[in-house]
C-alpha cells in the first residue's frame, strides 16, 4: 500500500464537498477579469486614449511600486496586462490559501482527517487531493481569462503568456500553503503565514521595482511580471514558479510523512495552572481568545507602513528629477507621496477588513466549534459576550489601522529625520476605520439572521475589492462605486480629512450592529 | 415545594423536523434525576431549551418556575452544566479554562478546586489542544462541580471517562445530593443512573414514554414480566424499546 493511496477517493471528496464553492470561485475569477477587460477596451479603445495614460502614468514611482513596472502600457495588451497580473495573481494566491487549507490543516484540526487515515487511506493521500483540487480549479480560472482575452481580440500567443505568468504565481502558493499546513496544527494560524508570505512577495517586488532589481528576482510576484506579456513576450521565466512549485509541493509532502497526524512541526508548550486575573472577566477572556491575530496583524500593518514610508522619501526623490511627473502631479494633489499613502491606506483598510470580520464573526466560529454553549449555560448574556468581541474587534481595527499610519511616519521621518507628518498620517489611518466597521457590522447583521449566513460576509469583502480595483483604473458606473464603504473615506492624506462620511459611516455602522445582536438574541444557538 | 424544572408538551422543531414532540419533565428539588433515551430521542435538545440556549416552539419549559429563554442569565447563576461533548479553547490551559468558567459564577472555592482536580487526577498546565476526550471532559466537570449551583445538569457527562474517575464522578454526585442539590443526569450508563438516581423520565422520539420514581418503574416492568423478579435498570429499559 502506498503512501497516496486513497487519492482519488479523496479527490472525489473534495470535490462533492465543493460542489457549489469551486465552481462559483472559479466563475467568480472569470467575470472579475472580464469586468476588467470589458472596462479597459471601452477606457482605451484608442492608440490616443493609450498614449495618454502612458503619458499620465509611465516611470511613476508610486505606481511603480503599489502595481508594477510601467513599460508596456503603450498597448491595450500591456495596459491590461500591468493592472490586472499583480491583483489577480494575489487573489488566486488567497483562494489557493482558502481551499488547501481547508481541505487539510482545517479537517486535521477538527479531527476528521483521522476518520480516512484510519480508513486506509494514505498519509499522503488528502494532501495531495487537495493540492489537486485546487491548482486543477486554478487551470479552470485561467482557461477561462484566455477565452475572455481571445474572445475581446487580444493577441493570443501574448494571452497564454499573462495567463499562465498569473497561474504559475498560484501554483507557487499551493505548494507555500501545503508547507505553512505542516508548520502549524492550526489553520488559522497557517493561513496568516500564507498572508505573511504573499505580503512579502509584493514588498519584495515593490521594492526591487523602484530599487535594487535583484529583489524582484527574489519574489514569484517579480517573476510573473517578467515575463512582460503583450510589449516583450519572455517565456524562460516561466521557469521559476514551476520550479518554485516542484520545490514546495515536494517539500510538503515530504515534512508531511515524517511529522505526527494532528501536530505541527511546533509543539504547544505546557502553560500555567491557574488563571491570570485578566481571564477572569468576560471582556478580557474574549481579548485573550483575539489576541494572537491582533497582534499579528497590528505589527505587520506596522512593519509594513515603517517599510512603505521609507521608500516613500525615495519616491520624492526621483519625483523632483523628473519635470513631466511634477507637472503631470501638480494638479491632482499637491503631493504625489501622499497620494501614494492614500492608495496604501485604502489597499491596506480592505486587508485589514479581514481581520475585523474574522474578529466579529469569533462567536460564530465559537458557536460552530461548540464552545460557546459552555459559556453560555453560565450568567453571561448572548449579547453581552456578542458585543465584547465586536467591540474588541472594532477597537483593534482603528488601533491598527492608526499604527500603521505611525509606521508610514516613522518609516518616512526615520530617512528624512521630519516627523512633522506623524499626526496627520496616524489621523489618515485611523480615519479608514469607519469603512472597516461598517463591513464588519454587516457581518455582525448576518450572523444575527443565522449562523450559516455568518460566511457570506467574506463575500461581500471581496465585492468590495473587486469594485476597488476595477473602479481605480477602469470605469464602473457611479452607482456600483457608491455601494462600497471604502469608496466614501476622503483619500487621505491627499486631500484634507472631511469627518461627514466618517460620522455617517460610524453612525450606520452602529444602527446595524445593534440590529445584528438584537437578531442574534433572537435565534436560537447552533 | 416547587419543581426545579418543570417541562410540559415540549415541541422543538428545527425546521420540517419535529426533535421535540410533547415531552414532558419534571424535577423536584433534592431529588437526581435520571433523563434516559436512545441516540437522537431528544434528551440533549431538551437540555438546551432548559438552558435557554434554543427557544421552544411549542409547550412549556420551567426552570425554578421561570421562563429560561427569557431569564437566562439569571437562572444560570443558579446552575451548572456539563456538555457530553466539551470543546475547549486550545491555547488555554485546563487550569486557565477551569478559572474562567469558574469566574463567570463569581469564582470557584480554591479548595474545592484542588481537591477535585487531585481526585480526577487533572493535570491543569496541559493546554486544552492536547487533552483527550476524558480530560476535557475532567476540566468542564472540575469547573461544574467546584461550584455552589442549586441544580447541576448533567448531558452524558463521563462518556470519555475510565472507570476509576468514573466511580470518582458518582461519589462526587452522591456528596452533592447529599448536601441537597438538584441533579438532572442524562446517561446511557445505566448503572450509574440505577445507583446514582431517584426518579427517571425515559424518553423516545421526543416524547416522554415512562416516568416515575426508579422503584415505581421496575415494579410496573416487574408485572408486565417475570413476577418473581424486581427488573433491572436494562430490563426495564429494554422493555421500553423493545419492539413488541
Known amino acids: 500500500m502506498s503512501r497516496f493511496t486513497g487519492t482519488g477517493e479523496a479527490l472525489r471528496f473534495a470535490l462533492k464537498r465543493d460542489r457549489l464553492l469551486l465552481p462559483l470561485c472559479v466563475v467568480g475569477l472569470i467575470g472579475w477579469v472580464g469586468l476588467y477587460v470589458a472596462s479597459y477596451s471601452g477606457l482605451y479603445g484608442t492608440q490616443a486614449d493609450l498614449n495618454s495614460l502612458y503619458k499620465s502614468v509611465a516611470g511613476n514611482p508610486a505606481l511603480v511600486a503599489m502595481v508594477g513596472p510601467t513599460d508596456g502600457l503603450r498597448t491595450l495588451g500591456g495596459a491590461t496586462a500591468w493592472e490586472t497580473l499583480p491583483v489577480v495573481s494575489v487573489i488566486s494566491a488567497i483562494f489557493a490559501m482558502f481551499v488547501v487549507i481547508r481541505h487539510t490543516r482545517a479537517e486535521e484540526e477538527d479531527g476528521r482527517s483521522e476518520l480516512l487515515l484510519a480508513a486506509g487511506s494514505g498519509r499522503l493521500a488528502t494532501l495531495t487531493a487537495a493540492m489537486i483540487v485546487t491548482a486543477g480549479s486554478l487551470t479552470l480560472a485561467a482557461i477561462g481569462w484566455l477565452v475572455v482575452f481571445l474572445a475581446t481580440g487580444y493577441e493570443a500567443g ?34 496568516g503565514l500564507v498572508g505573511i508570505v504573499i505580503g512579502i512577495a509584493w514588498f519584495l517586488r515593490a521594492l526591487g521595482d523602484t530599487g535594487p532589481e535583484a529583489l524582484t528576482w527574489l519574489s514569484p510576484l517579480g517573476w510573473a511580471q517578467s515575463t512582460k506579456a503583450y510589449w516583450d513576450d519572455t517565456w524562460w521565466p516561466l521557469i521559476l ?20 497526524i494532528g501536530s505541527g512541526l511546533i509543539q504547544p508548550r505546557p502553560g500555567p495552572d491557574r488563571a491570570h486575573p485578566s481571564l477572569l472577566h468576560p471582556l478580557g477572556f474574549s481579548l485573550r481568545v483575539q489576541r494572537g491575530s491582533i497582534i499579528g496583524w497590528t505589527y505587520l500593518l506596522f512593519v509594513y507602513g515603517f517599510a512603505i514610508g521609507a521608500v516613500g522619501d525615495n519616491i520624492t526623490g526621483i519625483l523632483e528629477s523628473s519635470d513631466a511627473l511634477t507637472a503631470a502631479f501638480a494638479g491632482t494633489s499637491s503631493n504625489i507621496v501622499d497620494s501614494y499613502f492614500a492608495t496604501i491606506f485604502t489597499v491596506l483598510a480592505l486587508m485589514a477588513t479581514g481581520f475585523t470580520i474574522g474578529g466579529v464573526l469569533r462567536p460564530h466560529s465559537e458557536e460552530t466549534h461548540d464552545r460557546a454553549a459552555l459559556l453560555l449555560a453560565g450568567p453571561l448574556g448572548k449579547v453581552r459576550w456578542a458585543w465584547g468581541h465586536v467591540l474588541i474587534a472594532y477597537a483593534a481595527s482603528a488601533l491598527m489601522m492608526a499604527l500603521l499610519g505611525l509606521g508610514l511616519a516613522l518609516g518616512l521621518g526615520v530617512v528624512t529625520g521630519d516627523f512633522g507628518e506623524t499626526g496627520r498620517l496616524v489621523a489618515s489611518g485611523f480615519a479608514q476605520a469607519p469603512a472597516m466597521w461598517l463591513t464588519a457590522s454587516l457581518a455582525v447583521l448576518l450572523f444575527g439572521i443565522s449562523s450559516r449566513a455568518s460566511v457570506a460576509a467574506w463575500g461581500l469583502l471581496v ?55 438584537a437578531l442574534w438574541r433572537r435565534r436560537d444557538l447552533l | 415545594m416547587e419543581a426545579v424544572i418543570e417541562v410540559r408538551g415540549l415541541v422543538k422543531d428545527f425546521g420540517s423536523t419535529r426533535a421535540l414532540d410533547g415531552l414532558d419533565l419534571s424535577v423536584e428539588p433534592g431529588q437526581v434525576h435520571g433523563f434516559l433515551g436512545p441516540n437522537g430521542s431528544g434528551k440533549s435538545t431538551t437540555i438546551r431549551v432548559l438552558l435557554g440556549l434554543i427557544k421552544a416552539s411549542g409547550g412549556e419549559a420551567r426552570l425554578f418556575g421561570e421562563d429560561p429563554w427569557r431569564r437566562a442569565v439569571e437562572l444560570h447563576r443558579r446552575l451548572a452544566y456539563v456538555p457530553g461533548d466539551v470543546n475547549l479553547w486550545p491555547n488555554l490551559t485546563g487550569g486557565e479554562t477551569i478559572d474562567m468558567l469558574g469566574s463567570l459564577r463569581g469564582g470557584l472555592d480554591p479548595k474545592r478546586r484542588e481537591e477535585l482536580v487531585e481526585r480526577f487526577e487533572l493535570d491543569l498546565t496541559k493546554k486544552a489542544s492536547t487533552y483527550s476526550k476524558g480530560n476535557r471532559q475532567k476540566v468542564a ?75 415505581e418503574l421496575r415494579k410496573m416492568t416487574h408485572e408486565s414480566a417475570d413476577p418473581d423478579r424486581p427488573a433491572s435498570l436494562e430490563e426495564l429499559f429494554l422493555s421500553v424499546y423493545e419492539p413488541k
Open chain 1, 158 to 191: 501574448s494571452s497564454v503568456l499573462l495567463v499562465l505568468s498569473i497561474l504559475g504565481f498560484g501554483y507557487v502558493f499551493v505548494g507555500t500553503t501545503a508547507i505553512c499546513c505542516q508548520v502549524t496544527a492550526k489553520a488559522r494560524t497557517a493561513r
Open chain 1, 241 to 260: 514558479p514551476v520550479a518554485a512549485t516542484a520545490t514546495t509541493v515536494g517539500f510538503a509532502l515530504w515534512l508531511l510523512s515524517r511529522r505526527d
Open chain 1, 463 to 517: 465585492a468590495f475589492v473587486v469594485i476597488w480595483s476595477v473602479a481605480s483604473f477602469g470605469d464602473l458606473p457611479s452607482w456600483i462605486v457608491d455601494l462600497s464603504p471604502y469608496s466614501h473615506v476622503p483619500a487621505v492624506p491627499a486631500v484634507p480629512l472631511e469627518a461627514g462620511p466618517l460620522v455617517t459611516m460610524t453612525a450606520i455602522a452602529a444602527a446595524v450592529t445593534t440590529i445584528g445582536l
Open chain 2, 141 to 215: 466537570l472540575v469547573a461544574a462541580l467546584a461550584t455552589d449551583a442549586e441544580l447541576f445538569i448533567f448531558d452524558e457527562p463521563t462518556s470519555g471517562l475510565d472507570p476509576l474517575k468514573e466511580a470518582v464522578f458518582q461519589e462526587c454526585v452522591k456528596e452533592i445530593t447529599g448536601e441537597g442539590h438538584t441533579i438532572l443526569l442524562s446517561s446511557h450508563i445505566l448503572g450509574q443512573v440505577e445507583h446514582l438516581a431517584d426518579t427517571l423520565t425515559i424518553i423516545r422520539s421526543g416524547k416522554t414514554v415512562e416516568s416515575g420514581s426508579i422503584e
